[in-house]
């Protein structure tokens, strides 16, 4: 049986005391008993119902997002968005612009040898006054680029985009590249299990 219907049970046997007391007091002498017994009951309801509900509330707290590893939220499946060293910065862009993403993975194979980003075509390409279209993303590419495992928190990336300024992390295992994620991956899915979290302590609260 649960904890809020033993404290239901308990609240309503207090009442139920209170009110053969209210009708017998003057009649029977083990009434003043059945007062405390009332009072013990209603008072025992009390405790298991906050004892319950700072569980409940306890439990929504420390089941962060900010725990659970990254491989828990993305799609294997999902497509990732690569191209060759060869592959001029024009076409880049316009890939980046056609699938709306900020990032293109740079692959020798299936091996990551760099990173393509927005910041990379405007600080090495755009302001160092190159010719997109006659320049390769091997030249202008974040080489070597940071990755995690997926085994990493969302916590654990958060921290790294924030104190290194990452905008993109790829998630790479054995060498090859799972999936990549952006800060604004990792804002989204804090901040829904923060809604959630918040819901969630609506819901105990009314069920209390």
């Known amino acids: 049986m649960s904890a809020p219907k033993i404290a239901v049970l308990l609240g309503a046997a207090g009442v139920f005391i209170v009110v053969v007391v209210a009708l017998f007091l003057g009649k029977f002498e083990w009434a003043n008993y059945l007062l405390y017994a009332a009072f013990v009951c209603l008072v025992l309801a009390a405790v298991i119902m906050f004892l319950h509900f700072f569980i409940?509330?306890?439990?929504?707290?420390?089941?962060?997002?900010?725990?659970?590893?990254?491989?828990?939220?993305?799609?294997?499946?999902?497509t990732i968005h690569s191209v060759g060293p060869n592959t001029l910065v024009t076409e880049c862009v316009r890939t980046m612009s056609t699938k709306k993403i900020g990032a293109l993975i740079v692959l020798d194979g299936e091996r990551m040898v760099g990173i393509f980003t927005e910041r990379d075509a405007l600080n090495k390409v755009l302001a160092a006054g190159l010719e997109p279209s006659k320049t390769k993303v091997s030249e202008v590419m974040t080489k070597d680029p940071y990755s995690i495992p997926p085994t990493t928190t969302v916590g654990e990336a958060m921290e790294l985009v924030t104190k290194r300024r990452f905008r993109h992390l790829p998630i790479v295992k054995n060498g090859r590249v799972l999936a990549v994620v952006s800060s604004g991956d990792l804002t989204h899915w804090l901040v829904k299990d923060q809604v959630g979290e918040v819901q969630e302590i609506v819901d105990l609260a009314v069920r209390s």
């Open 56 to 78: 409940q509330l306890w439990k929504a707290f420390t089941r962060s997002e900010h725990r659970t590893p990254l491989n828990q939220l993305y799609n294997e499946s999902e």
